[in-house]
DNA sequence: CCGAAACCTGAGCATCCGCTCACCACTGAG
DNA sequence: CTCAGTGGTGAGCGGATGCTCAGGTTTCGG
């Protein structure tokens, strides 16, 4: 029962509430019954809510956590935070987290759109959940390029192909692997019509659909065969937690820089600055770094995570403010 | 859980109802973030309500059970119904009673209004729990005669005194007895300025406050011995249930006519119908009835009862329409 | 006892919300 | 395949709501 409140006010509060809730009354009937004036009874019915007399429960679906979503889009500036339930085995985890991501992307797209799209299971897991969305026309364009393997359900042309079925779309496809041996080859790759044209296409879609990838033995990248296990060792020497689109970040938000940088097929960070939204998705107990260097990178809009990369995230960015605090 | 609705479908009522009641977002913000239209964020809030995804829970007090006053003021058409919660002693009982009638009154009084008063226990517990209203200059008008035991707390002078002294208004006592010898004597009495001028006072009034008497040797008409034993009985024989104002009413609300009806000092049915509102006080074991036949009557405005009264006189009425369907 | 500050109060206004209505897509029967 | 019926959708509008602000009252401290 609420505090700080004698018995008459309570009840009061509460005949109020009856009224306002129970016999959907206006506030202008109220004041009329209690003899009150009509802003007096808005005054009222908010402190009845404030004080608890009337209590709003909303039944979330088992796990969601709300609350969370918001914290999470608050701390880092997100336009949206989606945390998928937790689950005890990491495939299930995946699943629900692309469950939660393909939700949201049928949401969010809009008519004739086109979308940049990466790698990596995530993005696979999200396409395997993908319904078709209520926009129509969309164009699904790989943003980066590929691993050995080439049909690879992890591959970002594969992954656009199934999203373009699914939305009843089309798909562009990079063919270009995802690193080459340094930047002059980049470049002429690039200033191939077939793979610079595609490029172009992602570079200037309205929304990018991204992955993010950790920087231990197991990542995407090692295991697709884009990099070798000395490379990412080289990498995580640099400061690497974690990549997007094949560029890598250090805990801070920053890129690590040429040579590894230049060998990139795929949409550099400034390009990626210029899409007006950028979704990524990311799952896993190996990707908390990984996902708060590419929050403080300032280039997501959206975040699809699971509830434990949610939390922990959020623990790393009040921890590492705490101590900013205690420092000054 | 709500039932009958798909898990996507729950979620998305679930996340539009944490925009809009926790978050305080209003609906078109939401349909933005939702790519939905206005309208249609209207309708899944009115459906999330609807489902039980929000649950919207007063919180009240002790004992009140608002619901029930709704179907009381619903099925005998009062303006207002208050009931007072169940208390284990008659004392206990009536002094609840007397609170929320008192409660109700200070809200309801406005400035300068004219008000009946009638007698009994329960209006004199009203009095004894009266507290300064809001409005001022209100003026308190005995609208019955009193009995032999002229400073009983339960005679209407004595009443309207302490009203009036609670409420830093005006007081107006009737010198008369309640009851009579025959009609003569009650219209010579009536027409002596002393009597006659508090009587039109009475009679135009903007608010009358009456007990309702029950008809067994206990009730006060007898016990403050306005009425003897014999006459209740003959009452009683004739079909009298209880009283106001000293009028007597069967189970159907008609009066209880001549030669008792005539000798009555006190506002008639007539009379009271032409006051603008009429509030009745009433509570204990034995009233029921009498309570039931004073709203058949049509003349109160409204009611303030113990739970016992409420439920009982719920039941009798739904029991009486029940044999009606019955019959037909 | 007096002054000032804090609080509460109700008027006016801009915004928000629920309702009505016409329109459209989907469905099932002919 | 056609067409009426049904359920859902968004525009437009009038009423309802929340907010701001000036005025008044209470309650402190001096």
Redesign the pocket.
Known sequence: MPVGLNPDEHELLARIAHRSYVDAR???QIAEEFA?????V??L?ERARATGVVDIHIDTPRGLDLGLEDRLAEVFGLRHAIVAPAAAEPAEQRALVGRSAARYLERRLADGQRVAVGHGRDLAALAAAFREPTATGCVFVSAMGGSPSVDAPTNPNEIARVLADAADGTAHSLYAPAYVADGQVRDQLRRQDAVGGVFDLAATAALALVGIGGTDDECTMVRSGCLSAAEIARLRARGAVGDVLGTYLDAAGAAITAPHSERVMGLSLTELRNIPAVVAVACGPEKPLAILGVLRAGIVDALVVDEPNARAVLNLQSGARADRAQES
Not at 36 to 40: A, E, N, T, Y
Request: net charge positive; charged share 35%.
């Open positions: 206006t506030q202008e009150l004036s009509r802003p007096k808005g005054r019915l």
